[in-house]
């Protein structure tokens, strides 16, 4: 009987490949760059399973191509707005993704974020490479602390709950705002739910974690920037189109807050002539949320173990249709 078929849309985690190619027949990508969409359709037409990155837009169309054949998409992420869900479900293709792996990952780099923009670790860096250090003096490197500031989570889940664990040692003073109250996290951590305005009125530092969707796209734009304080900051581990990108470097420009750190632009990635790009109160990083190494290899073991479940008729471990 011959293997069933997989497509991978990326040669980026060797160990997941290799764990597939045990017991399917393989085919990868071979570039760096997303498949355009015409091999996406050849492919979902012909392969019993497909794993994908969180930037290979699935849209109907190629669910409908796969539909019959293919059993499986197994994102490697755990966001997948990249994928129609609902063609999904109406295709009979199972979609995955792959949480619980990255949220210590993601909630590591939201402090650094968060530390980078307050103490201005990027702008001092960029000082010593570009010659402007001359003189001992700190005056232009005087930042903002952290410890004891008012924090205001926008989303409270995995992510957002790490970040919480990491600010208890900065001694700040946590709120969140999710649609749902999260009592037991509430009583665990000693924190309070607040309507989203209220934060942006209120925290020094406010950090998006929740999922793209029609409700949170663009749910910072220059009316919620207009909320925060002067001296607050914004940090984006969320997905681009979350933020209102020209009215956010509009508000740096104008002062209307200190400063922002985010690891997701729309688009990715980021146009270099972008004015935003050469704003000194913004550190940009290029959606690294979850790269250390172990989690990247961690996601793509888990993403593939969901193809052989569904591909052998067992459990399938993290399903989101
Ligand atoms: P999660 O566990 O699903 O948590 C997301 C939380 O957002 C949920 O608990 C939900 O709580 C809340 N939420 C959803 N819609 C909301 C809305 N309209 N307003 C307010 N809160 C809302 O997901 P996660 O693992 O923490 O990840 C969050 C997101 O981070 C992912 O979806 C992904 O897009 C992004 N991410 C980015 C990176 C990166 O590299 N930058 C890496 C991983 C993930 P309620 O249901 O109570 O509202």
């Given at each position: 009987?011959?293997?069933?078929?997989?497509?991978?849309?990326?040669?980026?985690?060797?160990?997941?490949?290799?764990?597939?190619?045990?017991?399917?027949?393989?085919?990868?990508?071979?570039?760096?760059?997303?498949?355009?969409?015409?091999?996406?359709?050849?492919?979902?037409?012909?392969?019993?399973?497909?794993?994908?990155?969180?930037?290979?837009?699935?849209?109907?169309?190629?669910?409908?191509?796969?539909?019959?054949?293919?059993?499986?998409?197994?994102?490697?992420?755990?966001?997948?707005?990249?994928?129609?869900?609902?063609?999904?479900?109406?295709?009979?293709?199972?979609?995955?993704?792959?949480?619980?792996?990255?949220?210590?990952?993601?909630?590591?780099?939201?402090?650094?974020?968060?530390?980078?923009?307050?103490?201005?670790?990027?702008?001092?860096?960029?000082?010593?490479?570009?010659?402007?250090?001359?003189?001992?003096?700190?005056?232009?490197?005087?930042?903002?602390?952290?410890?004891?500031?008012?924090?205001?989570?926008?989303?409270l889940g995995d992510i957002g709950e790490k970040v919480?664990?990491?600010?208890?040692?900065?001694?700040?003073?946590?709120?969140?705002?999710?649609?749902?109250?999260?009592?037991?996290?509430?009583?665990?951590?000693?924190?309070?739910?607040?309507?989203?305005?209220?934060?942006?009125?209120?925290?020094?530092?406010?950090?998006?974690?929740?999922?793209?969707?029609?409700?949170?796209?663009?749910?910072?734009?220059?009316?919620?920037?207009?909320?925060?304080?002067?001296?607050?900051?914004?940090?984006?581990?969320?997905?681009?189109?979350?933020?209102?990108?020209?009215?956010?470097?509009?508000?740096?420009?104008?002062?209307?807050?200190?400063?922002?750190?985010?690891?997701?632009?729309?688009?990715?990635?980021?146009?270099?002539?972008h004015p935003i790009v050469n704003n000194e109160n913004?550190?940009?990083?290029?959606?690294?949320?979850?790269?250390?190494?172990?989690?990247?290899?961690?996601?793509?073991?888990?993403?593939?173990?969901?193809?052989?479940?569904?591909?052998?008729?067992?459990?399938?471990?993290?399903?989101?249709?």
């Amino acid at each position: 009987m011959p293997k069933q078929k997989v497509y991978v849309t990326r040669a980026r985690v060797p160990e997941a490949i290799e764990l597939l190619r045990t017991l399917f027949d393989v085919e990868v990508w071979p570039d760096n760059t997303p498949p355009p969409k015409n091999v996406l359709l050849e492919q979902a037409a012909v392969n019993d399973a497909m794993m994908t990155e969180v930037d290979d837009v699935i849209d109907e169309s190629i669910l409908e191509s796969g539909k019959g054949k293919l059993k499986i998409i197994a994102n490697r992420g755990v966001g997948y707005n990249n994928i129609d869900l609902n063609a999904a479900t109406a295709c009979d293709v199972i979609i995955t993704n792959t949480p619980g792996i990255l949220a210590e990952a993601c909630a590591d780099m939201t402090f650094a974020l968060i530390l980078s923009i307050a103490r201005k670790v990027t702008f001092g860096d960029r000082a010593i490479r570009n010659g402007k250090w001359t003189v001992f003096d700190q005056v232009p490197y005087l930042g903002t602390d952290v410890h004891g500031k008012k924090l205001g989570i926008i989303g409270l889940g995995d992510i957002g709950e790490k970040v919480i664990k990491r600010s208890i040692g900065f001694e700040m003073d946590v709120f969140y705002h999710s649609r749902t109250s999260k009592p037991e996290i509430e009583e665990k951590y000693r924190i309070t739910r607040m309507g989203f305005n209220d934060i942006l009125a209120t925290c020094d530092y406010v950090s998006l974690h929740v999922p793209l969707s029609s409700e949170t796209e663009n749910m910072i734009s220059s009316k919620q920037l207009s909320m925060m304080k002067k001296e607050s900051f914004l940090i984006n581990m969320s997905r681009g189109p979350t933020v209102n990108l020209d009215d956010l470097n509009a508000a740096l420009e104008s002062g209307q807050i200190a400063g922002a750190a985010i690891d997701v632009t729309d688009p990715e990635p980021v146009p270099v002539d972008h004015p935003i790009v050469n704003n000194e109160n913004i550190v940009i990083t290029p959606h690294i949320g979850s790269a250390s190494k172990a989690t990247f290899t961690a996601m793509g073991i888990a993403a593939a173990n969901n193809v052989v479940a569904a591909l052998k008729g067992k459990d399938i471990p993290s399903p989101v249709n």
